[in-house]
T-cell receptor, first 112, second 107 residues
Framework: NAGVTQTPKFRVLKTGQSMTLLCAQD?????MYWYRQDPGMGLRLIHY???????AKGEVPDGYNVSRLKKQNFLLGLESAAPSQTSVYFC???????????FGQGTRLTVV | EDQVTQSPEALRLQEGESSSLNCSYT??????LFWYRQDPGKGPEFLFT???AGEEKEKERLKATLTKKESFLHITAPKPEDSATYLC????????FGTGTRLQVFP
């Protein structure tokens, strides 16, 4: 039972490049979340999903897109990376809104 | 705008010195208040969920309480292994986190 797995763990991008972060969970969870964590800012919600085929905007959605085509996967895309998107990205999943959210190990992204 | 504020930002305690962390929230339609622990380089780990004012939950040296405006995480006789960042989060229609309290417990 792997839990929540994020791919990749580290990435360096040049400004303007695009990339996709993959989050996979094997717990049959309905809810999935993408957060970014910056020093002094805490965890900020980017996008979330309450079930397969659904997505919704969080606190800081600009510059990101997401897709939840399969229940176990939640993809976060950066179409044109900017230095302001340098951060640690965490994916999380939960069975429903009030059950424990399990987090992945994080992806450290640097945009130069 | 929904907001979750934690204080203090950082706290240094001597082993055995009890204290409390504060999480104040201004949200509409709170459905649940969560506490998580985060160790350096790792994702947060779930501690508690509180649903209504007056509710309390305990786990080892930790006790979480909830009022209509804030939640407290009480740490009784902490040990060095309790050193971590403690995060609270509110749930209305999404899970919003505060900035956390970085706790250091030294021997």
């Amino acid at each position: 039972n792997a839990g929540v797995t994020q791919t990749p763990k580290f990435r360096v991008l040049k400004t303007g490049q695009s990339m996709t972060l993959l989050c996979a969970q094997d717990m049959n969870h309905e809810y999935m979340y993408w957060y970014r964590q910056d020093p002094g800012m805490g965890l900020r919600l980017i996008h979330y999903s309450v079930g397969e085929g659904t997505t919704a905007k969080g606190e800081v959605p600009d510059g990101y897109n997401v897709s939840r085509l399969k229940k176990q996967n939640f993809l976060l895309g950066l179409e044109s990376a900017a230095p302001s998107q340098t951060s640690v990205y965490f994916c999380a999943s939960s069975y429903t809104w009030n059950t424990e959210a399990f987090f992945g190990q994080g992806t450290r992204l640097t945009v130069v | 705008e929904d907001q979750v504020t934690q204080s203090p930002e950082a706290l240094r305690l001597q082993e055995g010195e009890s204290s409390s962390l504060n999480c104040s929230y201004t949200v509409s339609g709170l459905r649940g208040l969560f506490w998580y622990r985060q160790d350096p380089g790792k994702g947060p780990e779930f501690l508690f969920t509180l649903y209504s004012a007056g509710e309390e939950k305990e786990k080892e040296r930790l006790k979480a309480t909830l009022t209509k405006k804030e939640s407290f995480l009480h740490i009784t006789a902490p040990k060095p292994e309790d050193s971590a960042t403690y995060l609270c989060a509110s749930y209305t229609d999404k899970l919003i986190f505060g900035t956390g309290t970085r706790l250091q417990v030294f021997p």
